[in-house]
């Protein structure tokens, strides 16, 4: 199964940039794995996409949870897709809808959103804080052993 | 008093948070947009190289990284006292232009679109993409996808990584065009024409074409009659990246016109307690309270702004849409603020004219990239971001280090009309406390209509409410919430 792991998010934000270190350090630890820095990228992530069997999206999520919970959704297995807003314009689980509705033969049969809870997002820092660092951490790990 | 708080705002490119005062009657007395604090921008550039705030302050931002990256840029020329070389001048309008090309696209079809294309009244959950979509075609949606990533290719090509662009250097540009890529971003570009005077038709056609929807644009909770104000080429034509800051009045005279340089003379920053970000207003008017009129400081910035403040548009057929906007409105100015939404689409074509214009230029393909920089010292870049006159200013060290940053960004020149426009669709809409789902989305109308980008915030959203009113009594303490999502 070809997988994708796209990772969004804003690396001089703090926790913002979770998606981002998940595939920065995917990069390093498992270069066999596709991973895509989309940064705050928008509809443009469905090009990058197209092709694949599997597409892994990390991004950080505020749902008021504890900072570091880590929340999986399966959008084609059935999960309740969530409404996570965007700042840069349209949100995930819309542009992964878009895909689907304007090129059905090329996006991805699995779609699966990893959301990292955000502590702090509005210090400009290139660095998370711990809780969110340590689930970067088990994220990386759960890629890893989910696509081998 | 009573409280209403709408939080998060759908469908806004950054998050703010809407407050609505209700005075003993329910009616509206004040509304509020509240922008998040962003921590330690001027120590995170403080000490940096001076040659590192055009890679730096666009990913700050994140949602318009091509501005950022030319207006720190021409900062840069500033600082070091360097005029550009005439090719570089030519490569970072049309790397400039290809970023209208997709900023605009977006926002027409995905974020203020929705609102006029598949109707004001509209169940929320129709007022998006899928609405739009469902009245214009599958097909258009393909369509936007490929103009949207032109847009992003031809600023690709020149500029590396839409999102990251690194080609801005005092003085020029780092990488020139060669004859393939030049004939590639001609061919986007013709194309580009094409999908601006279709998206021009169907905005003709579905929002032109409805006495409704025009009588809504011309409607008074739409009005507010400010100055205006953008970037114009010596012809006072807009222009998105080069040019002088010119001011017209309620009259549509202008008020003033200065360079980048003196923009300290003209524009002023005002503080208020309840938010972290300032309101800009006209120094040699003075700040007046959240009031429009000559008397009154406050002026507009983006698309309708800068048509506004401009006397036309220099590609022809740009140029034939404007008098066209402007006829059919009324006359310049046009304050009403929902015609942003169709000046957003005149300068789409502008944008995607000048990039064909560009890319035919016999001398796009020369190699004088850069000039020699002189000694650091201060320096200011102005450019025009999709949303409005962007002001970059920073202070340099003999070193070449960045002493003081200074950023003024569209959204904090809008900041006071944005909260005005909110205060009048609500006032006209919320009436003895009622609120209702529709009376809202007008409310988000009157902001989106801005394409307001909080630079400073985060692009996290809470995850299962896009949209969730509180209403609070004058103690503050919650009496209902009404949520959708």
Redesign the interface.
Known sequence: MRTLVIG??????CD?GAGVHVVNRLKREAPHIDAED???????I??AMKGYDRVIIV??????AEPGTV?RVNLTGGDQP?????????DLV?TL??GV???PEEMPREQIII?VE?GD?????EECTPPVEAAIRRVVEEIISLVG | MKTITIDPITRLEGHGKIEIFLNDRGDVENAYLQIPELRGFERFCEGRRAEDMPIITPRICGVCPVAHHFAATKALDACYGVEPTETAKKLRELMYSGYYIYDHTLHFYFLGGPDFVVGPDAPAAERNIFGVLKRVGLDVGKEVIKHRAYGQRITEILGGKATHPTCGVPGGISKGLNEEERQSIEDMARSSVEFAKFTLGVFNDIVLANQNYVDLILSDPFQLDTYNMGTVDKDNHVNFIDGDIRVTDQSGKEFVKFGEQEYLDHVCEHVEPWTYSKFTYLKNVGWKGFADGPESGIYRVGPLGRLNAAEGMATPQANEEYKRMFKTLGGRPVQSTLAFHWARLVELLYAAERTLELAKDPGITDTDLRNPVGEPGEGVGIVEAARGTLIHHYKLDKDGLVKKANLIVATTNNYADICMSIRDAAKGLIKGGEVNDGLLNMVEMSFRAYDPCFGCSTHALPGQTPLRVNIYDSGKRLLRTVQRG
């Not at chain 1, 991004?59 to 008021?64: F, I």
């Not at chain 1, 969530?82 to 349209?90: C, D, E, L, Q």
């Open positions: 969004v998010g804003n690396l001089l934000r913002d989309a940064a705050m990228g928008s509809i443009e469905l090009e991004d950080s999520v505020a749902t008021g929340f969530p409404a996570i807003g965007s700042s840069h314009g349209v819309t809808r878009l509705s304007l090129f959301g955000a997002i509005t210090t400009l820092s």
